[in-house]
């Protein structure tokens, strides 16, 4: 076998991952997105000096969750733990200052768990309540990203165990687009739930962050590519993956999306061709997800066919997810232009090729080393 067929790109619907549920634990820390993320790496905008604030109010929480490490648990339980809500736009640097909380706290000796709402309640489904609840009362801080009430029952159970959590002296901290007081709102009977939702309000100390999306100032997304051209890009990369897109939505149907994780181990670069508007909800909420596992790992995305043109409908946007939406949106277009940028190198290195041929001994030329 030669060097480029090693390498020929896999696919990820051949992938079924197992997932044990330690790992889910284990892995609730920041993601490699945000592995050096810290408070000095956060350069606030000076047009928005709301930015600096939070910046502030989350050392001085940093500060206060190792302050209370060294009390008793009975103390700490009389005691209100910090409980700090990050709300602002899409791109503002909320998750970033998650992480450097997390990572804060963690390099002061203390345990800190984070990861998103979806995946703390995909642990709950894992583990079951109760020994949920005791594994992450292990920690000091628990972080939830993405905080976004989907349903009924979802908005019941993060209550109960933000509550118990609280109870056992854990300190919080959330980020979203929505504010307490907001959540669920448009996707379900919001009044319903008014007291769970109230409850889940009064913990937090919310910091509005505003700002511009740094995603969308930093990159251009550009046009999306051709079938030909992503196949072409991802010849004789090591790590990459080749997918039709329909066939990998239907595929992701078939896998927990607390596995999507899993699903991308050891993948580098993702192409899909025949990209195209996603009709259905459920359809659509598990490529977010997927979108999701992507921008964490860093992982750079090939978008044939229509790109993200239209691939959420108009209703889809202007619905109860549409901050879902817009988030993936704004995280797939960063990772397609870096995709894209990646398949223009590719076809400049083979224009620009000697049109000689190669000695038949020499072995052919790594790409994209």
């Not at 061709?273 to 964490?296: E, F, I, P, S």
Request: proline letters at 5%; aromatic letters at 6%.
């Amino acid at each position: 076998m030669t060097d480029l067929q090693s390498t020929r790109p896999t696919a990820l619907t051949s992938r079924v991952p197992a997932v044990d549920p330690a790992r889910l634990v284990a892995e609730l820390v920041p993601p490699p997105h945000f592995a050096t993320a810290s408070f000095e790496s956060y350069v606030p905008d000076p047009v928005h000096p709301s930015q600096a604030a939070a910046v502030q109010r989350l050392r001085d929480a940093a500060q206060a969750v190792g302050r209370g490490a060294g009390s008793s648990w009975l103390r700490r339980r009389r005691t209100q733990p910090e409980a700090v809500y990050l709300d602002g736009g899409f791109g503002v640097g909320k998750t970033h200052l998650l992480a450097a909380l997390a990572h804060a706290v963690t390099a002061a000796g203390h345990r800190a768990a984070f990861g998103t709402f979806v995946e703390y309640t995909n642990l709950v489904g894992a583990l079951g309540f109760r020994q949920t609840v005791d594994a992450l009362a292990a920690h000091r801080l628990v972080c939830i990203d993405e905080f976004e009430l989907d349903d009924p029952g979802d908005t019941v159970l993060m209550s109960r165990l933000l509550r118990e959590l609280a109870d056992h002296g854990v300190a919080l901290a959330a980020t979203s687009n929505t504010l307490p007081g907001s959540l669920g709102e448009g996707r379900f009977a919001a009044d319903d739930f008014l007291r769970e939702i109230q409850a889940l309000a009064a913990r937090f100390d919310v910091l509005r962050i505003d700002g511009d999306d740094y995603r969308h100032r930093s990159v251009e997304h550009g046009e999306a590519l051709d079938d030909d051209a992503v196949r072409a890009a991802l010849a004789g990369r090591a790590g990459a993956t080749l997918d039709d897109f329909g066939a990998l939505l239907d595929h992701l149907a078939t896998v927990h999306p607390s596995k999507y994780g899993a699903l991308l181990d050891g993948v580098t670069l993702v192409g899909l061709t025949g990209v195209h508007g996603v009709r259905k909800q459920d359809v659509a909420l598990r490529l977010v997800v997927l979108v999701n596992r992507l921008y964490d790992r860093d992982v750079p995305v090939l978008l044939g066919g229509g790109g993200t043109d239209g691939l959420f409908s108009e209703e889809m946007r202007r619905g109860g997810y549409r901050k879902k939406y817009y988030r993936a949106l704004s995280r797939l277009g960063a990772l397609a232009s870096e995709g894209a940028a990646l398949a223009a190198a590719t076809a400049a290195s083979t224009t620009d090729a000697p049109t000689t041929s190669a000695p038949t001994t020499s072995a052919p030329p790594a790409v994209g080393a």
